[in-house]
């Protein structure tokens, strides 16, 4: 049987750590074959060597190659491991811990629980130098490009325009293909681009790192198992713990990140930011007509039902 690393026999955390640890020195096809495997572990058990292949867009023998090159015997362990993971899950004790039947304080519990957990991982895994080599970049920036496509868009989104609101020029690349070309024109030296990449290789990415590298704008990697495979072409892979199966946010740790860095950019220049919010504040109450500081709405009186009396 496989060992895992805590030791209690549970396949994914040591599937999860070979394909993380693996990841970088796998060729191109191996490294699309584990991507897949690494986000449908919960059909591989099931599927045949072929199947796995054809769905991943290789081959049979390319699967086979890649479960011994992370470190299995051959695919037959490697879905051993992962079946054994499958039962697991499935056994009742297990799927009562996953539901709440309707209880509303258990779904409270159940989500702010997974959520603390997910985020005491990353900090444990976040080291201190690069987070401050990252508030370096960001904070001597000229301007700011954060780069996001699916759910990773709104991590982006909330980096740029927070860091708007301190005083920065920034821009959001959500755009693949060959539209995101417009967004990569405007790179300088002076630029930063903070890419949010969590586990998935997208060419889009390859071509934001070249593009950065070739301007000599700085670059920054927010992600969760591409650090391996990415680090030696960044300026700093800072890790955020992404979940597409869990129940809290996927994005959960990467905002929680950018609010870490947000502050700590924000403390590096007071004044930029204390200039930046006065604007911020002025433009707000000539677009309302109300200071913003101070107005509160009023509340409005709730209508009468057509049931109420009418006094």
């Not at 572990?41 to 081959?59: I, M, Y």
């Not at 258990?106 to 130098?129: K, N, P």
């Amino acid at each position: 049987m496989t060992t895992t690393e805590s030791g209690s026999g549970a396949a994914q955390p040591g599937f999860h750590t070979r394909v993380a640890e693996r990841l970088a020195h796998l060729s191109p096809a191996e490294r699309q074959v584990a991507e897949y495997l690494r986000n449908h572990v919960q059909d591989v058990p099931f599927a045949t060597a072929e199947q796995l292949g054809q769905a991943a867009g290789t081959s049979d023998a390319t699967v086979v190659r890649t479960a011994k090159a992370l470190g299995y015997s051959g695919l037959p362990e490697l879905k051993r491991e992962l079946g054994q993971r499958f039962v697991d899950s499935s056994r009742p004790s297990t799927v009562r811990r996953r539901t709440t039947s309707g209880d509303s304080d258990a779904a409270l519990d159940q989500i702010f629980d997974e959520a603390v957990d997910r985020l005491q991982q990353t900090r444990r895994l976040l080291d201190t130098t690069s987070f401050g080599r990252a508030v370096d970049l960001l904070a001597g920036a000229r301007g700011v490009t954060a780069f996001g496509v699916g759910a990773s868009e709104l991590s982006a989104r909330h980096l740029a325009l927070r860091l708007g609101r301190l005083g920065f020029r920034t821009q959001v690349a959500a755009a693949t293909g060959f539209q995101l070309a417009d967004a990569l024109l405007p790179l300088t030296a002076d630029d930063v681009v903070v890419v949010y990449a969590p586990g998935r290789l997208l060419t889009d990415v390859e071509v934001v790192l070249d593009h950065a590298a070739r301007t000599g704008a700085a670059s920054i990697l927010v992600t969760d198992s591409l650090g391996p495979v990415l680090g030696d072409r960044v300026d700093v892979a800072l890790t955020a713990l992404y979940s597409s199966g869990g129940l809290a946010s996927e994005e959960l740790a990467a905002i929680t990140l950018n609010d870490a860095l947000l502050l700590a950019v924000q403390e590096r220049d007071a004044a930029r930011a204390s200039e930046a919010g006065e604007t911020l504040n002025r433009l707000r109450e000539a677009l309302t007509g109300r200071d913003p500081a101070v107005y509160v709405p009023r509340r409005r009186q709730r209508r009468q039902g057509a049931g109420d009396s009418a006094g």
